[in-house]
Each structure stands twice: as C-alpha cells, then as structure tokens.
C-alpha cells in the first residue's frame, strides 16, 4: 500500500535536560530552506517520567469511582457514628442504587503506632475499631475507603500517621480491616523521594495484598501523575483542594479546578480517571445557579463523583442534582472521554463537549456555560461537534426533549447557569474523527513512549523507537476506533521525527496482514493510508523496528 505523504515543515529542536525528574532531549536540525515552508520549530520532551509501556489495565474502575468522601464537609469533626449515619443515607436516600457505593473517610483515623510499627486506631474516635466500621459499610451493600499519606504525617499533621517506610505494613492492615479504597495524600514530602517513588511503592503493597482495592493519588496535581500513573493508580487528583474551609466552598475555586482538570481530559479512560476533587454541592457558598453547574462540570469531566455534604440532612434539590440519572450516565459513559471546549466566545460564555459512546458517534454532551456576571446567551454550534444535518436536543436536567434543530441550539443562561445536553446527529465522517496518540485506552508495546509535545495537539505524542539488542522496535495501537459502516476509511496519521530520509512503518487494521508506509522526515508529516475497517469496533497499529524513532501525534480519520 503506498501512502500519500504531505510535509508542511521542517527543522526541529532538541536537547537535554533534567528538572523535577523531566528528562528533555533536544537537537537542533535544519534541512534544505527549499523544502521548508516557515520556520517553526518544535520542541519534544522526552519525559523519562513517563511509563515506557501502558501499563496493564486492572479493569478496578472501568467507569469513574461515585461515593461520599468526609473531607470536605467535616474535615476532622466526625466520629464513628458520623460515618454509620452517612452510609445509612447512602442507602436511605437512593444514591446507592445509582452507584455511591464508597463511602471515604478521610484524615485523623490514628494516634500513632505500636512498636512493632501498627498503626494505633484513634478509639475516641472509632470506638468500635475500625474493622467493626468497615464491616457495617459492607452490611450495608457499600465499599469502604481510608485515608494515609506519602510523608511521616497526614497533612493534619501529629499523631496522624503517614505510611512513609510503612507502606507495606499500612496496606496490609488496612487489608486486613476489609477497606477497598486508599487515598494516599501529599503532605509532608520526604526529603530525597518523589512523590511518584512512593505512590508506585504503595501501589506494588496493594497489589501484593491480592485484595482489590482502589488506589487514588492525591498530589494535586504535582509530578503529573496523568502521565504516568495508569496501572498504578485508578484516579488521581489534578488541583488543589476545594474547601479553604471545612463546609464552605467559593465559587472561583470550582471553575479553577474544573479548567485546570481539563487541560489533561486526554488522559482520561477506563482506570484511568483525573479528578478535579470531592464535590461541594449541598455545602454552604454556591448559588442554586452555581451547584447545579458544578455537577454540570464534573459529570462532562467524567470525573469521580464524591458527594462531599451532609446527606442526612441535605433538601430536596441538593438531592436532585446528586441523584439525577441522565447527568450521571453521561459522568459513567463507558468511553470514559474527558471534555473538551469547543467555542469559547469571550465574556465567560463557554461550550464544552464531552463524545458518548465513540468518537464519531453522533452523540454527545454538550454543557453551555455562563461564567459572566451577567445574563447572557450561550449558542452551540453544530459544526463544531462535527455533526451535520439536524441533532435532536435532550435537556438532561429537565428530563425533556427539546426537539430537532439546525444549525445549532442557543439558550439564554443567568450569571454562573448552564445548561447540560445531550446531542444526538448525524456524525460528519468527511471532517474526520480524531484519535490522540496519547489516549490511555491505546496500547504501546515494546519501546514505545510517551513524549511531552507541546507543538502537538493537546500536548503529547507517542514515541516508537526502533530496534535495539534484545527488542523488536515498538508499536502503538490505536483502539476503540468506532465506524457506523463497514469500508474503506482514509487513516491520516500525523507525526514528528528528527531523522534525514523516510521511516518506514508497519499499518494493521485488526490484525490484518500489516502494510508498510513511507513516512518522510517532517515536523508535522501527514500520511494519508486508506483502510477496511468493520461496521463498529476497529483498531489500528503502527509498528517501527528500523532506526531512530518516529514520533505519533494523532491520527484523524476519514471517509
Ligand atoms: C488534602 C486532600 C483532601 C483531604 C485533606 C485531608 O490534601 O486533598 O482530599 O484528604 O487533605 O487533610
């Protein structure tokens, strides 16, 4: 098969580095001036951070973990009971059957350790054991989950135990006592470790437990576990906290923390979830207006979905927005895309977008926002979802079909409003779907790695190096790859490499019988590789063995 190969320029940047564990390689190169269309440079990072190989998926949490986490409401001011009477409202207010099903407990469980090393449980506060707590969550159909940290204390500080040099012996008890979820914080860093060295060590104590529990980084965002933690972790947090204060939130920091998860959404799939932390609504500081959004922009985020208020005492509409079944299928969506704006047209008045089901599959999530001061019109436009014709518009928190329209839709929305849609059309396969290389549902083999690309689109690529003794290069494939019908598609693979002369790569769709394609150097080189793909799930994989390496930034898919 040949492969139509357009180079847009030429010349690309490298060298090396190392800060904060990055290791950055960069060299500068400059080919002929006649075949370079503008200067532009790319700089790609290589990031030793990152995992050589995706790491197994261990299927612990194929959609976003929901639960009720105790920070936010009650910071240290709970006890036994507190936790007995939320699980109780789990169960009593409905939430359960809609997927809560962890109930957290975070911060001040201990009063230190016994000399050979347990942790000593605080008993004014538990007075049962914990054991004794853990078993009525299970009584009542509910998963369990504690709370440690990667230093020597909790970020509560004395006599709150961190697992730092304990991390073996703290899983194991925590095993022992039935829990099935571990956040580990990020207080108290040990001087000469990274957090990553910890959490992977932790991580391999869960594993070695042989009980599956889940396990929730919690850096804030520090050392990027979204580049590195799949397998390690199901979910990891991507900001800094929401409560300055116990029970009271401001407004500002959940659209912080909404914007700044999104900026790493391509890193969300099965396993592999960020999270913009425990929710706030039904606490003290939002507007009607402002809750409503907040559950808007988490469930698009598809991210874990922790009621962090007091259900036992919450009214009727905190508990509409909790329980609202249409906002939450679009949160546990099996895909597991994160979202994207699409529009942004100044003033706060935002589109974002969220694919259910597949890329390409004509329907979707739309959130219209209005983080204005005020009331404004906020309009979708169907060409920036790629959907063409006329799209048939749900209002998931009204429960109703709005009916059919073209163009676009528009909706007038109060100061800090949104509306949450769901969007069904006619999905433009000529504009193309784009697959990232980076997506956590791909899979890399061999010596395959993940590069930091700020050039690329959302910021990464996929590194296939060549043979070396003892491998046989390395190969990424594309998977999830929906089509309505069976055919011929046009795969347009976008991709950077250093080297003088053309890459060849090996193309399957499937598994098929593999065809090679000529990848001339480029910064930005598209080739355009027709392929048989079957009606509904495809795959499609590139594999190098030759020298050097080539780097895949996306693949856009056509008919
Ligand atoms: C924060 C963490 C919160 C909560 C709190 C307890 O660092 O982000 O989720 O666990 O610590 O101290």
Redesign the pocket.
């Known amino acids: 098969m040949d492969a139509t190969t357009r180079t847009e320029s030429f010349s690309l940047l490298q060298s090396v580095d190392a800060s904060m564990g990055w290791s950055v390689r960069m060299t500068k190169k400059y080919l002929s001036a006649a075949r370079t269309m503008s200067a532009f440079v790319v700089f790609l990072l290589a990031v030793s951070v990152l995992a050589a190989q995706s790491a197994p998926q261990q299927d612990l949490a194929p959609t976003p973990p929901m639960g009720w986490?105790s920070?936010n409401h009650y910071f240290c001011d709970y006890d036994d009971q507190t936790i007995r009477d939320q699980a109780d409202a789990l169960v009593s207010t409905g939430m359960r059957e809609l997927g809560y099903r962890y109930v957290l407990i975070?911060?001040c469980l201990t009063t230190g350790r016994n000399p050979d090393g347990s942790l000593i449980v605080d008993t004014k506060r538990f007075p049962h054991g914990m054991k004794d707590l853990v078993d009525y969550i299970h009584s009542r159909g509910l998963k369990a989950g504690t709370?440690t940290d990667i230093g020597l204390n909790?970020?509560?500080g004395k006599p709150y135990e961190g697992s730092f040099q304990h991390e073996d012996q703290d899983v194991a008890t925590f095993a022992a006592w039935g829990y099935d979820f571990i956040?580990m914080?990020?207080?108290n860093r040990p001087q000469g470790h990274t957090g990553r060295e910890i959490y992977e060590r932790t991580a391999e104590a869960i594993h070695k437990t042989g009980r599956p529990m889940l396990f929730y980084i919690?850096s804030?965002g520090n050392e990027a576990p979204w580049t590195w933690a799949q397998g390690t972790a199901q979910l990891w947090?991507t900001e800094?906290?929401l409560s300055a204060e116990k029970n009271h939130v401001d407004w500002g920091r959940v659209v912080k923390n909404f914007e700044s998860n999104a900026r790493h959404a391509v890193f969300n799939s099965p396993s592999s979830w960020n999270d913009p932390?425990?929710m706030e609504v039904g606490n003290p500081g939002l507007t009607p207006a402002e809750a409503q959004t907040h559950f808007s922009m988490w469930v698009i985020s598809a991210a874990p979905l922790w009621a962090g208020n007091d259900l036992t005492t919450m009214d009727a509409a905190t508990r509409a927005l909790y329980t609202n079944r249409e906002a939450i299928a679009v949160d546990q969506d099996a895909l597991g895309a994160g979202p994207e704006m699409v529009r942004n047209y100044g003033a706060g008045i935002e589109v974002w977008a969220k694919p259910l089901g597949a890329r390409g599959s004509g329907v979707m999530t739309v959130m219209l926002l209005n983080l204005g001061e005020t009331p404004a019109e906020a309009r979708v436009e169907w060409a920036d979802l790629a959907l063409s014709a006329r799209v048939a518009v749900r209002d998931l928190w009204a429960h109703k079909d709005l009916g059919a329209f073209s163009g676009g839709y528009a909706v007038r929305l109060s100061p800090h409003a949104s509306a949450l849609l769901k969007v069904t059309g006619a999905f433009d396969w000529s504009h193309g779907a784009t697959f990232e290389a980076e997506w956590p549902g791909n899979r890399r083999e061999g010596n395959a790695v993940l590069l930091a690309c700020p050039e690329c689109s959302r910021g990464y690529a996929v590194s296939l190096s060549g043979a070396k003794p003892g491998s046989t290069g390395s190969s990424l494939a594309f998977t999830h790859i929906v089509v309505p019908e069976a055919g011929r598609y046009f795969a347009h693979l976008v991709y950077v490499y250093s080297g003088e002369g053309s890459h060849t790569v090996q193309v399957s769709a499937n598994g098929n019988a593999p065809a090679s394609v000529k990848l001339p150097g480029a910064i930005y080189g598209t080739a355009v590789i027709p392929l048989d793909l079957n009606q509904g799930e495809n795959s499609i994989t590139f594999r190098y063995a030759g020298q050097g390496s080539v780097q895949i930034d996306r693949l856009k898919l056509t008919r």
């Open positions: 986490a920070w975070q911060e709370y909790t970020c509560a956040e914080d990020y207080c919690c804030w947090r800094s906290d932390d425990m």
